[in-house]
């Protein structure tokens, strides 16, 4: 048999065979792009990444710190695979990019800052898609899919969760401190222990424990050699364990304050019963664990099934086959974010049409019968509510004694940061609850759009108290109840019109009577009644 001259293969040497590292010519050019690429997508998203880092200061997001570098881990326990599967980069790479940036400008108009972050995720995975391919991406995917635990719930959702949460709590909780024998009463989120009462508020929803509990639930579970089943119990069990355990530890406060008094829900105790929780609800998670490897009978020691392998080398950029016709993808994604850079550099010297409007200081404060006393609002609240003009005042009129608080904040932008925020938001936040929603027609007021004006009502409870809200947003000529359709017509108004000026207004009325809702309900709609008319002096409509 004549003799055969070894095959080099295309991309390194002979030496590949017998387990030698490739070297390939490091195109240094390349590899310096891909670094200001990602750079340049910090440089475009850094506003919606520093909103992100903000809230990573709250308890419930503390653990976002750790979510990049535990992504980085995860990219180096992979990185001796990595280069032999590099080929070609990704098309769908260069068209994931381009809609990571489409959600850049959608919600940085419309000051809707998630969509900035998971625009930025998908932006930074595609970049990685069009320089490496499919095949690295497919190998280290998870690292990626981490990252979007960094990223807070949009406000709604994590309000209507929040409230859910809380009413789940209550009842277990309940439940608990009656296995003790104690006598208690629930109504709604508040526990009735007929000397004390505990009022599970939003910071006791478990939402603090859920979010990084399930962030370390992902973890473990990518870790455990396991069957895929297993994998995504452990991971989902993270919910119902952190629930469970949330809801035994108000139990637990409920039967200490009947026996030591209202001391044991306050201050270092309460908090320290919050740490004891969450070491319970990892407790569970590693038991869950023993009780998986238990059922699979392997021979070996537990920790070996968890990947903790570390690579016995660090990889030289001389082992990546990179070039500049396998890499075009990536070409056409850096020129989508130098065009994004650019674009943004317009977007934010592009001056917005000003229409002329009177200042809400000129409000009257008498106007058919009524008489209003203005308030402020404290400074260090008009830091964070960013608005250009408000009216803040209460009035009454002298056939009722129901006082109306009358407040409308003005926006003459709702670019860079300031953008109205919902009463859904605000009104909890200050320990009010709110007991339903929805939409009335006020009648007799035309709205300044030619049609029914459209408002939210709404009835919110604190302890003994009980106010209802009317609340609207006003925004360029339409009359719109919800605050997700208010963003995106700021979106498309900034794109059609140049405009993004608007405003909320919103009438509170004091129940001062629980089983009258009526007349508070009478008093508030004759005031809008009354001074929605003068409205139109101070909130530009649509017409340019």
Known sequence: MSSVDPVVPKNGSADADNGAAVQNPVNWTLWLLFIASLGLTLLVFQSGLAEMVKDWDSEEYSHGYMIPLVAAYILWQKQEQIP???????????????????????????????????????????????????????????????????????????????????????????????????????????????????????????????????????????????????????????????????????????????????????????????????????????????????????????????????????????????????????????????????????????????????????????????????????????????????????YRIKSSPIPVNFYVAYYQSQRQGAGIHSPRTCIPGGGWEFNGLDQVIIPDVEHMSGGPLEVNRVIIRKDKSAQIVYYWFEQRGRNITDEYEAKWYVFYDAMMDNRTDGALVRVTIPVLNIDNLEESEQHGIKFIQDFYPLIADYIPGKKL
């Open 84 to 394: 032999s599967l590099v080929h070609n980069g990704a098309w769908l790479g260069v068209l994931g990019t381009a809609l990571g940036l489409a959600a850049y400008f959608m919600g940085e108009m419309a000051t809707v800052y998630e969509i900035v972050q998971y625009g930025f995720l998908l932006c930074l995975f595609s970049l990685f898609l069009s320089f490496f391919g499919w095949r690295p991406m497919l190998l280290v995917w998870v690292a990626f899919a981490y990252l979007v635990f960094m990223v807070p719930l949009p406000i709604f959702v994590y309000k209507a969760l929040s409230s859910e949460l809380q009413l789940i709590s209550s009842q277990i909780g309940v439940f608990v401190i009656r296995l003790f024998d104690i006598s208690v009463f629930l109504e709604g989120n508040v526990i009735d222990l007929g000397v004390y009462q505990l009022q599970v508020v939003e910071a006791c929803s478990g939402l603090r424990y859920l979010f990084p509990l399930m962030s370390f639930g992902f973890l473990i579970a990518y870790l455990f050699k396991a069957p895929f089943w297993q994998k995504a119990l452990l991971f989902l069990s993270t919910i119902p364990i952190t629930v469970l355990m949330n809801s035994f530890r108000i139990g637990v406060i409920g039967v200490t304050v009947e026996y030591w008094g209202i001391e044991m829900a306050e201050g270092f105790l309460h908090d320290f019963e919050g740490w004891v929780v969450f070491m319970g609800c990892l407790g569970v998670l590693v038991v869950e664990m023993m009780l998986f490897h238990k059922l699979s009978r392997s021979t070996l020691p537990l920790i070996e099934r968890v990947d903790l392998d570390m690579p016995e080398e660090i990889i030289g950029l001389s082992q990546f086959n990179i070039n500049w016709r396998a890499q075009r993808p990536f070409i056409f994604s850096l020129l989508l974010v130098v065009s994004a850079l650019v674009g943004q550099q317009f977007l934010e010297s592009r001056e917005e049409t000003e229409l002329a409007r009177k200042e809400l200081t000129q409000f009257p404060l008498y106007h058919q019968k009524w008489i209003g006393r203005e308030g402020s609002i404290e400074d260090n609240v008009l830091d964070v509510l960013k608005l250009t003009d408000y009216l803040m005042a209460d």
